[in-house]
């Protein structure tokens, strides 16, 4: 558990103002363990992509630099990203639970260095998700674009989902531990509906609601490589959403741990 963090690690943290490297390995650790965790990063993605994207006709149907099979993988490789960073941020309901967070306030770790290392956690297993996703659609063969679409839109699905981190460790400090992804789950689903993270949103009085969403700014920019064009609204949105939900977050921990 997170309690056997050393004091002497905790209090080079403070020292240097970064990430606390021994907590770090113990979140990564303790992540993995997370049976749920893994289904959701590593197992889902890839089979709402087999499922949904290796039909014959989207093969063969262009979609900007791409075809319609590579616009669902880089949907469902942005979706595993999203749903693995909030769980893994949201994992602080856990030890909230446990009592974990109001110990830390009584050593040297800064909420600034504890929140940082949650979402460094949650970000590092994201990216293996986003990888074992992309490298499933180039096996199976079905997706085809170019090859800086390729990287391009797995590292921008990747970067991107810190904002989702943030989101989950904001909400894991607001909902109860015994169910806060089995709440967090149906959320990020419909949310990514409404983004258009799974369908196009056309042009109509919904698409313009959409871009109010947290997944409308990074479902855009992660296509954008594939010919769907870059938008400063999308850039604007992920930006203020990232910014609600890390403020959020610091001051929930701020405002948790104070009860010591």
Excluded at 59 to 67: F, I, P, R, S, V
Excluded at 138 to 147: Q, R, W, Y
């Amino acid at each position: 558990m997170t309690t056997s963090t050393p004091p002497t690690a905790l209090t080079a943290a403070r020292t240097t103002g970064g990430l606390n490297a021994t907590y770090l390995r113990l979140e990564l650790r303790r992540l993995v363990r997370n049976r749920r965790t893994v289904i959701f990063s590593l197992v889902m993605p890839p089979v709402f992509f087999l499922i949904f994207g290796m039909n014959s006709e989207y093969k063969t149907e262009d979609a900007g630099n791409g075809n319609v099979t590579a616009w669902i993988l880089v949907s469902m490789a942005l979706y595993g990203a999203l749903l693995t960073a909030t769980a893994g941020g949201a994992s602080v309901s856990v030890e909230r639970a446990q009592g974990w967070t109001r110990q830390l306030r009584l050593t040297p770790l800064r909420p600034a260095v504890y929140v940082a290392t949650k979402l460094a956690a949650a970000m590092t297993l994201g990216a293996v998700s986003v990888a074992v996703t992309m490298l499933v659609g180039l096996v199976t063969g079905g997706a085809s674009m170019p090859f800086t679409a390729w990287v391009s839109c797995a590292l921008i699905a990747w970067a991107g989902s810190i904002v989702f981190a943030a989101f989950g460790l904001f909400m894991g400090y607001l909902l109860p531990a015994e169910n806060v992804m089995q709440i967090l789950g149906p959320v990020l689903a419909l949310l990514s509906f409404a983004g258009g993270l799974f369908v196009p949103l056309g042009d109509n009085w919904f698409a313009d609601v959409a871009k109010a969403t947290p997944t409308y700014g990074l479902a855009e920019l992660t296509r954008a490589p594939l010919g769907d064009g870059f938008s400063w609204v999308a850039v604007v949105n992920v930006v203020a959403w990232a910014a609600v939900f890390s403020l959020g977050a610091a001051w929930r921990y701020r405002k948790d741990t104070a009860r010591v």
